[in-house]
């Protein structure tokens, strides 16, 4: 196990801070005052528990920069994205707060008992696995609903963004939250396995890779622990020729280029019917090619680093790739001149066909994949061959057809001329292997539940 985790500023390649992994005694520390809080919180009733998320949400909400700067130092997404980032944590909370009493009520049933209902009760601690890419929105959209139905948290962050999981854990101390009730693990994956063996974790949540997901869903079994996995994706934008080619265009660049192009449901294959393809590649090109790229802390920045060498350098291979595969480059936005940062420049492929890396493979990062399909059948089909199954976007001007395609896809979230997004209101997950289980709306709130029958003569 290592003995510290470090932070890089990816704009500049230096270093931020240092932090120390938790020791084997503090991490058991920690489990035992999250397993003797979590009895404390299983009780607590929905009042206090809606007061601690409103403290929450106004604690994101008095100092939206200073989170946002965390998370652009840590990261490197633009910083007026950071700020958004924190304030969408704030909505979250204020959801569940005010409606996750309602979606845990206890519901009769009628029967043929004199009385009987279903109870919704904590299962206690969770342990949440969750990535840099949205350092804030993805604990939060966790934890958010896990905390509001009487579970505690151990939140295991990327090494790289041990400032934000600090920052989010004092944040809960400043909103009321009892010491054992929202906690960080500064471990790694071997200390990973043993908490997910150990009793006093009921849960497991991850949001990363496949092969994570794979491997932690194995270990959460052999111990009969239920899991949510949000896993990667490679979500289809489908153009049909009668879209509304503005909207089409501008939405689709922000779909792909959206936190630097690091987001499991960032559009990253544009299946485009044949009679707009060109045109549709031509604007898409062109818009890519005029980003500005460069210090994400400058509000002129359209996109800024990735968040770590290693994963700018996979993107540059898998751009290689593809080219040699036969894609082609139509667009390379320009990136700083003379800077150690780890940029990678915004990239329009064309040329892309089934079976490719840039069809197959989900490309973590600034770079666009364009399909030519036949026809509105022929791009279904194109936006189902793939392994992934996040999310989904159709875009056309016939809403009644957009919706029959949207129901075709093989996706948890499809959206009719909208780009991919999550709601604190709506269930957000994947299946195939981008995972399975729901977080938000009223499916994530119960899935760390126990979902109890009482019977009553």
Request: hydrophobic share 45%.
């Amino acid at each position: 196990m290592p003995t510290s985790f470090t932070s890089i500023n990816p704009a500049t390649n230096t270093p931020i801070a240092t932090y120390d992994a938790h020791t084997d005694a503090e991490v058991d520390a920690r489990l035992q005052r999250a397993h003797e809080a979590a009895i404390i919180q299983k009780s607590r009733p929905f009042e206090e528990r809606a007061a601690r998320l409103h403290a929450l949400a106004d604690a994101l909400e008095s100092r939206p920069d200073e989170w946002g700067a965390l998370m652009t130092r840590e990261m490197g997404k633009p910083l007026s994205q950071a700020k958004g980032e924190a304030e969408k944590c704030a909505w979250v909370c204020r959801h569940y707060a005010e409606h996750g009493a309602d979606i845990l009520s206890h519901k009769t049933v009628e029967t043929d008992a004199q009385r009987s209902y279903v109870r919704y009760e904590p299962l206690g601690t969770v342990l949440a696995i969750m990535p840099w890419n949205y350092p804030f929105w993805q604990a939060f959209r966790f934890g958010a609903p896990a905390l509001m139905a009487g579970n505690t948290m151990l939140l295991k962050h990327a090494p790289n963004t041990m400032g934000c999981a600090e920052a989010i854990e004092q944040l809960c101390v400043e909103a009321g939250f009892d010491s054992g009730e929202v906690q960080t693990l500064r471990i790694d994956e071997d200390t990973v396995s043993s908490c997910i063996a150990d009793r006093r974790v009921q849960a497991v949540t991850l949001t990363g890779s496949v092969g994570a997901g794979q491997a932690v869903a194995q270990q959460a079994a052999a111990q009969v622990k239920p899991t949510v996995l949000e896993l990667g994706g490679s979500a289809p934008f489908i153009v049909l020729a009668d879209a509304d080619l503005d909207a089409a265009v501008d939405t689709a660049v922000q779909a792909r280029m959206q936190n630097n192009g690091q987001s499991c449901i960032a559009a990253k294959r544009f299946i485009v019917e044949a009679p707009i393809a060109d045109a549709f590649t031509e604007r898409v090109a062109a818009t890519v090619d005029a980003l500005t790229v460069g210090d994400p802390t400058d509000p002129a920045t359209d996109i800024g680093p990735m968040a770590r060498a290693d994963l700018r350098d996979t993107v540059r291979r898998q751009v290689d790739r593809a080219v040699n595969e036969g894609a082609t480059i139509a667009a390379e936005a320009e990136v700083p001149a003379d800077t150690d940062g780890f940029y990678m420049p915004p990239t329009v492929l064309t040329d892309v066909v089934p079976g490719s890396v840039a069809f197959v493979e989900e490309i973590f990062g600034p770079v666009a994949s364009i399909v030519v399909a036949a026809d509105a059948e022929d791009a279904v089909d194109l936006a189902n061959d793939t392994q992934f199954g996040l999310g989904g976007a159709v875009f056309t001007q016939n809403i009644e057809r957009g919706e029959q395609i949207a129901q075709q896809l093989e996706v948890g979230c499809a959206f009719v001329n909208s780009m991919v997004k999550s709601d604190p209101r709506l269930p957000f997950g994947g299946i195939k292997d981008s995972g399975y289980g729901r977080e938000l709306g009223a499916h994530g709130i119960r899935e760390f539940v126990n979902v109890k029958t009482v019977w009553v003569e």
